[in-house]
């Protein structure tokens, strides 16, 4: 068992950059792939990006490439998400999730066995 905490969100303006941060107790993290999603209004959870247990391979979703990165410290047993030139439409609940016994990199909400409480980001334009 793992327990996710997130921090880190907030409200910005279009442009501006955040780093959320995903705390984990309970296990070594070091031991699951990692992911963000998140969830906007009225719309269905989405994967955002997942990282492998050495933190050498990393994924995202189209909509974040190129202005997100995600980076994990196992020594501190934390989990980063770097989100840059935020737009309005990345305003959403952002969750931190783990996976036990991950294939690959999964994008599916479904392979993850842990999730965080969320962590609100508001991107006003």
């Known amino acids: 068992q793992v327990q996710l905490v997130e921090s880190g969100g907030g409200l910005v303006q279009a442009g501006d950059s955040l780093r959320l941060s995903c705390a984990a107790s309970?296990?070594?993290?070091?031991?699951?792939?990692m992911g963000w999603f998140r969830q906007a209004p009225g719309k269905e959870r989405e994967f955002v990006a997942a990282?492998?247990?050495?933190?050498?391979?990393?994924k995202y979703a189209e909509s974040v490439k190129g202005r997100s990165t995600i980076s994990r410290d196992n020594a501190k047993n934390t989990v980063y998400l770097q989100m840059n030139s935020l737009k309005p439409e990345d305003t959403a609940v952002y969750y931190c999730?783990?996976?036990?016994?991950?294939?690959?990199?999964?994008?599916?909400?479904?392979?993850?066995?842990?999730w965080g409480q969320g962590t609100h980001i508001t991107v006003s334009s």
């Open positions: 990282i492998s247990r050495s933190g050498s391979s990393t």
């Open positions: 309970g296990r070594t993290l070091s031991t699951y792939v």
């Open positions: 999730v783990a996976d036990r016994y991950p294939v690959g990199l999964p994008a599916s909400k479904d392979a993850y066995d842990y």
